[in-house]
């Protein structure tokens, strides 16, 4: 199994300040990796996928990058809207693994 | 508009049976590959099964195999996770998922969330 893991645990970001979330896998995934986001009560919305192709109707402030094992994803200007859970998720290899999340807060 | 909508949550006794149902509109659903990803309350994410458009491969996660089956009807744009054998653990909100790009790529679409509680 691929275990994917997410750091920091909590990130806390004043709203305009940039985020950088990290994700790790624990064997090479090729660019099978994607991003959600989560907020309360909300199911999961596609970020990006690919490692860095943005889902339908993301705006630019979001982008990712990386490949093999090591992922980011990087909110340029952190909007009131952004605070929320992230997930990063492998689907190179079955079965398909989430990594533990972070909570990027306000400041 | 694509829509994914689910029903069949509930509370159930250890060692007692579910079925989830989700109906597809909006997409092709007989050439997509479906899915199933649950979430226990305040936890993260876990990936459940995924079967083929026809029907014809199934996956799933080591903890729900030989008690959990997803299947698909394609006449009525039907994706079912049948639950046996459910242990307190199973306990979570159960989503169904459309691929954005087909086969086991990430969802682009979830259904609402059927919350599923395993308890005496």
């Known amino acids: 199994e691929t275990v994917m893991t997410q750091s920091p645990v909590t990130l806390s970001v004043s709203p305009g300040e940039r985020a950088t979330l990290s994700c790790r896998a624990s064997q090479s995934v090729g660019s099978s990796l994607a991003w959600y986001q989560q907020k309360p009560g909300q199911t999961p919305r596609l970020l990006v996928y690919?490692?860095?192709t943005r889902a339908t109707g993301i705006p630019a402030r979001f982008s990712g990058s990386g490949s093999g094992t090591e992922f980011t994803l990087t909110v340029s200007s952190l909007q009131s809207e952004d605070f929320a859970v992230y997930y990063c998720?492998?689907?190179?290899?079955?079965?398909?693994?989430f990594g533990g999340g972070t909570k990027v807060e306000i400041k | 508009e694509v829509q994914l909508v689910e029903s069949g949550g509930g509370l159930v006794q250890p060692g007692g049976s579910l079925r989830l149902s989700c109906v597809a509109s909006?997409?092709?659903?007989?050439?997509?590959?479906m899915g199933w990803v649950r979430q226990s309350p305040g936890r993260g994410l876990e990936w459940v099964a995924h079967?083929?458009?026809?029907?014809?491969?199934?996956f799933y996660v080591d903890s729900v195999k030989g008690r959990f089956t997803i299947s698909r009807d394609n006449a009525k744009n039907s994706l079912y996770l049948q639950m046996n054998t459910l242990r307190a653990e199973d306990t979570a909100f159960y989503y169904c998922?459309?691929?954005?790009?087909?086969?086991?790529?990430?969802?682009?679409?979830w259904g609402q969330g059927n919350l599923v509680t395993v308890s005496s």
């Open positions: 998922g459309k691929p954005v790009d087909n086969y086991a790529t990430p969802f682009d679409y």
């Open positions: 909006g997409f092709t659903f007989h050439n997509t590959w």
């Open positions: 690919r490692a860095s």
């Open positions: 998720q492998q689907y190179d290899k079955w079965p398909l693994t």
């Open positions: 079967i083929k458009w026809d029907g014809s491969e199934e």
